[in-house]
């Protein structure tokens, strides 16, 4: 989320939590809130020990409903490229980064931006998602990238309900 600490003022990340992160007050709703913008520094598949590190020190329980306080944003295969997905709960659906965080915070009750990167039959995983995105792919994805900002910051002030019926694109 550079672009959009980018465009709110976030000052420079720092390195603490095995992550990179901001923090700055944002008006929410109404209210100066301190609002963290957190990227884990471990191996994808390890992102929960950073998510989990980071809560254990920011929220009192991490055991209640995180819905409000919690976006995870992540690729996902399963959506076309550039499609923009929110959901309040649910498994990992194979996303290994995101099953660590399920793993390490032990529930399902936070909020998710799913980001569609879609693809490439007969090609392995691990060899389409390291690979070099250009032409029809790139455009696709740097316009998710712009309304994925403006993702973030209806879901900081709405709730993910109102944003799933904003940015949830259906298939045709």
């Not at 950073?50 to 009192?60: D, N, P, T």
């Not at 900081?156 to 694109?169: K, P, T």
Request: one cysteine or more; aromatic letters at 8%; hydrophobic letters at 35%.
């Amino acid at each position: 989320m550079a672009r959009f600490a980018d465009l709110q003022n976030f000052p420079k990340e720092r390195k603490k939590f095995n992550s990179l992160y901001s923090e700055s007050s944002f008006d929410v709703k109404g209210e100066a809130e301190k609002i963290c913008l957190v990227r884990p520094q471990t191996y994808m598949n390890l992102s929960g020990n950073a998510v989990r590190s980071f809560l254990g020190y920011f929220v009192r329980d991490i055991k209640e409903d995180l819905n409000g306080r919690l976006l995870v944003i992540y690729d996902d295969m399963d959506l076309p490229e550039g499609a923009l997905r929110f959901k309040s709960c649910g498994s990992s659906g194979g996303h290994k980064g995101l099953q660590s965080i399920l793993d390490h915070i032990g529930h399902d009750r936070f909020s998710r931006l799913k980001v569609g990167v879609g693809r490439k039959l007969n090609t392995e995983v691990k060899d389409y998602v390291l690979e070099k995105v250009s032409g029809k792919s790139l455009e696709a994805l740097k316009h998710a990238k712009e309304r994925s900002v403006e993702a973030v910051g209806a879901w900081l002030q709405e709730d993910v309900g109102s944003c799933m019926n904003r940015f949830n694109e259906t298939e045709d």
